[in-house]
């Protein structure tokens, strides 16, 4: 808890929260996809790897899943608690790169832990354009936003973006065992 928020003090807009996320929201996005009939997932931002380790165990074996995440002591966190994992320590927007490292053109899934609501507009744009074009018709992304994001600015924009792209978007039940609560946006391209 305390490395958590040494990151987040470090640099919040990277980081994003104060604490890991908890059990109960790592099988709510996890749920929230098809991820035993995905064939190549994509994790971006695990941070300490609770999203990671839920993955690894709903994914089908044959499929192909790796994370990106910035942050080098998340990065090793992640490889850390998930020994089995494929961690790249590269941006988010980086995306086609792995794919193409992993010699497949898009994804079925990809689920995000990003901080969404402490990037710029230019940032979550650039985001949003590499994780819907890293998608086959019809994948799925998933994220989380705290139940306070909505009401910001940014968290308001981001949601505007989800909707201005993607054919889906819904919003599942709010976790408040979350510190802050928080709900899962799911999207369909």
Not at 7 to 23: D, M, P, V, Y
Not at 55 to 78: G, H, R, V
Not at 173 to 186: D, H, Q
Request: net charge positive.
């Amino acid at each position: 808890m305390l490395n958590f928020i040494k990151q987040f003090l470090l640099n919040a807009k990277q980081t994003g929260a104060i604490a890991k996320s908890s059990e109960e929201l790592a099988d709510l996005i996890t749920d929230s996809v098809n991820l035993k009939n995905a064939k190549v997932i994509v994790e971006l931002g695990p941070g300490t790897g609770i999203f990671t380790k839920k993955i690894l165990e709903k994914k089908s074996k044959k499929s192909i899943f790796f994370a990106l995440e910035t942050n080098p002591f998340f990065a090793s966190e992640t490889k850390k608690n998930c020994s089995d994992a494929i961690v790249y320590r590269d941006s988010a927007i980086c995306i086609q790169k792995y794919l193409f490292k992993h010699k497949v053109k898009a994804c079925d899934c990809i689920i995000s832990g990003l901080p969404w609501a402490a990037f710029g507009n230019n940032l979550q744009q650039e985001l949003i354009n590499s994780i819907f074009s890293s998608l086959r018709k019809g994948g799925e992304f998933a994220t989380f936003a705290y139940i306070q994001g909505p009401l910001l600015s940014a968290g308001k924009r981001f949601k505007n973006m989800l909707e201005d792209n993607f054919s889906q978007v819904a919003k599942t039940r709010i976790v408040w065992k979350n510190i802050p609560p928080a709900f899962i946006y799911r999207c369909k391209k």
